[in-house]
């Protein structure tokens, strides 16, 4: 996908399926105004249209057909969002419409674009960099404000500038330590040496940290709910959620099986999954629940351990998961506590006491630190550029002057991977995959 076919004239529907008020064909490609001008006919012909301008006509089928009025936009080499020359016609978003546009421009020699091959275009072009056009996948896949925002910090290029200023750092280092090497005798300053490569470990150890919160903007995060029988699950679930979701009774262990609702906390996707009450018991079914709970906390991004703020306080009788990261819940604020914490947040399902607190204490562990950062790694592929990349670095802070060099070559190549201006063809090919036709 990546190299074959680049100098073929590409075209494909670019709006979402289905009966819309506007539908766009984009051509893009050497012939893409030429083979416009085949279908298009208004006061001038497309090809005769400047760069960045729009013209009204119609559009016509190879028998004279008139197939619908619209517009055709164009945009003309280097200044598309291909790098090349594009046409975009704009019709009537009918399916049957698009569906005999885009059969006349590929009889007019264009061919059916593959999944995502406009945008790889603009990568192959040097319009955007491999993060970039990950981040074009994100803003289209966008459900949340969270996702939107940090796709669109990516698209921008905040991203590449601070893998930029990483690498000048890491290079500047290289630069002093290969210095080293060549004239010992002159030795090499720690402004020149050492301190561009604290700032290096430093950028990259925030990015790194970034990871975990940049997927969870992206593709949400699972929240599991724990605790005794009884201790309020259910309650605090329907209260998140704003609806009465999961029954409600007096009656201990009701849940069973798990329940699982969407909803967006603090522009962040959570699926919230209400657990069977976790405790000892004699009954298969109720026993398989509480198992079932145990595994759910230990594959959850997120756990509230509920505990019953007005019965005297009983630990779990089963431990979490190691690693589990937690939030305690004291429930039932609105009635006379039998005990206090200050480690745990005080929430009443029936007044809405504490559930601001909740909403932002969920906010804070889903994406701590990383929540006030300007550049994200959303991807996995982004995440373990940034981890190899780290790790040389750390390394070259350890070694003598001739291992440390490899070190450092070795970062750089890992941030080469991470913005993509150096990868395997394979790994764009990946990146690719999961585009849609169009874009």
């Known amino acids: 996908m990546t190299r074959s076919g680049l100098t073929d004239t590409i075209a ?8 819309a ?26 090809s005769r249209i400047r760069g960045g301008r729009f013209v009204f006509g119609q559009l016509i089928a190879a028998d004279g057909e008139v197939l619908d009025e619209g517009l055709c936009l164009v945009f003309r080499r280097p200044h598309s969002y291909t790098g090349e020359d594009v046409a975009e016609l704009q019709t009537h978003g009918s399916p049957a419409v698009l569906g005999r546009v885009l059969s006349r421009v590929l009889e007019l020699g264009a061919r059916l674009a593959r999944p995502g091959e406009f945008t790889l275009r603009a990568y192959l072009s040097g319009r955007l960099d491999l993060a970039q056009a990950e981040a074009v996948l994100g803003l289209v896949e966008a ?4 996702a939107r925002r940090q796709a669109s910090l990516g698209l921008s290029g905040a991203l590449g500038t601070r893998v930029a200023r990483i690498g000048a750092n890491i290079t500047r280092t290289l630069a002093a330590v290969q210095a080293m090497l060549d004239y010992p005798e002159e030795g090499v300053p720690e402004e020149d040496r050492e301190l561009p490569l604290q700032a290096a470990e430093q950028d990259l ?17 699972r929240l599991a709910l724990i605790g005794r029988p009884n201790v309020g699950k259910s309650s605090l679930l329907n209260a998140l959620l704003g609806y009465e979701r999961s029954i409600v009774t007096p009656i201990p262990g009701t849940t069973r099986d798990y329940l699982e609702a969407g909803v967006e906390l603090a522009g962040v996707p959570v699926t919230l999954v ?22 759910l906390a230990g594959a959850a991004d997120l756990v509230l351990a509920l505990e019953d703020g007005q019965q005297p306080r009983e630990p779990l009788p089963t431990e979490l998961p190691e ?3 937690v939030i305690r819940v004291q429930t039932k604020a609105d009635l006379e506590p039998a005990w206090n914490d200050p480690g745990a947040l005080r929430v009443s399902a029936v007044t809405g006491e504490g559930l601001p607190e909740l909403r932002e204490a969920i906010h804070a562990a889903l994406l701590g630190d990383a929540a006030r950062s300007e550049a994200w790694l959303t991807t996995e592929r982004q995440a373990d550029a940034a981890r190899r990349a780290l790790g040389h670095v750390q390394a070259a802070r350890t070694l003598p002057d001739d291992l440390a060099s490899w070190e450092l070559e070795e970062a750089l190549r890992a941030l080469s991977d991470l913005t993509g201006r150096d990868v395997q063809e394979d790994v764009v090919d990946a990146v690719f995959r999961n585009f849609c036709v169009g874009k």
């Open 12 to 19: 494909a529907i670019a709006t979402a399926p289905g009966s």
């Open 21 to 46: 008020g506007v539908g766009i064909v984009r051509v893009s490609g050497p012939e893409a105004l030429t083979v416009a001008d085949g279908i298009f006919s208004g006061r001038r012909t497309p």
């Open 143 to 146: 459900q949340t404000d969270a």
């Open 205 to 221: 150890s925030e990015l790194v940290q970034s990871a975990r919160a940049g997927q969870v903007a992206t593709r949400g995060a």
């Open 274 to 295: 209400d657990t069977a009450g976790i405790r000892h018991t004699t009954d298969q079914v109720e026993a398989a629940g509480v198992r079932q709970a145990v595994a």
């Open 323 to 325: 690693g589990a990261r």
